[in-house]
């Protein structure tokens, strides 16, 4: 397996403008996991799904904010509109999540995003 | 909430030194704490997955210990190599009820010297 694969690997776009980040998670993995990362806040969970549906999303920063999965191997977090403040590093990983399995987590590249 | 936290921010070593980082954590009733590494610019790469009911685990010169019950796991690294250079994390999974989530340490940043 490739690993869990994301798209793009850099962002830059202008305030208030649309943007979506792709994510492919590892074959077989029934959770995914969207993260953020910044220098002041360091990863923080912004939103998790168990076989395709959303578990937990309070780490959502605002409704300007929403993420899909509409397969077992692709998911989109859009942010609409975009301000300076969501420049970040965004991270999907994915996982088993049967405590009888190995949960270990794996991680993407990252999407290094830019609003300016 | 759990917490995590991770001393130190920054560790700077010559070359060939075996050093220790350390992860602590405010709420004991985890399922694994799991340790990444992060090259600047890069995404995090798995190092050691350590069970709840484990001590340790080793990977070539990387030794991971857990003491569940005191909230505090440590990152051994055995005569350390400029090629450890990196961010190292660790994250731990809730037990329970807290469903699949990770929540991070703030990382430490390591520089092995020449």
């Known amino acids: 397996d490739a690993g869990v694969i994301q798209s793009p690997r850099h962002e830059v776009t202008e305030m208030g403008q649309e943007v979506t980040l792709r994510c492919k998670p590892i074959s077989g993995h029934d959770y995914l996991f969207w993260y953020r990362q910044t220098m002041m806040r360091g990863l923080e969970l912004l939103i998790y799904?168990?076989?395709?549906?959303?578990?937990?999303d309070s780490g959502m920063p605002e409704d300007r904010f929403s993420a899909k999965m509409p397969n077992a191997s692709f998911s989109t977090l859009k942010i609409q509109p975009s301000e300076p403040r969501d420049s970040a590093v965004y991270f999907c990983a994915s996982s088993f999540g049967d405590r009888g399995m190995n949960t270990e987590a794996f991680f993407g590249q990252g999407t290094r995003l830019t609003v300016v | 909430k759990q917490e995590v936290t991770q001393i130190p921010a920054a560790l700077s070593v010559p070359e060939g030194e075996n050093l220790v980082l350390n992860c602590s954590f405010t709420d004991s009733a985890i399922y694994n704490l799991q340790w990444f590494r992060q090259d600047p610019g890069k995404g995090l790469t798995s190092l050691l997955l350590?069970?709840?009911?484990?001590r340790e685990q080793t990977s070539g010169r990387l030794n991971a210990s857990l003491d569940k019950s005191s909230g505090r796991s440590t990152l051994y690294i055995a005569a350390s190599q400029p090629g450890d250079s990196a961010t190292y994390l660790c994250a731990v999974r809730p037990d329970g009820g807290g469903g699949n989530k990770l929540t991070f340490g703030t990382g430490t940043q390591l520089k092995v010297e020449l």
């Open positions: 350590i069970q709840s009911s484990q």
């Open positions: 799904f168990n076989n395709n549906v959303p578990i937990d």
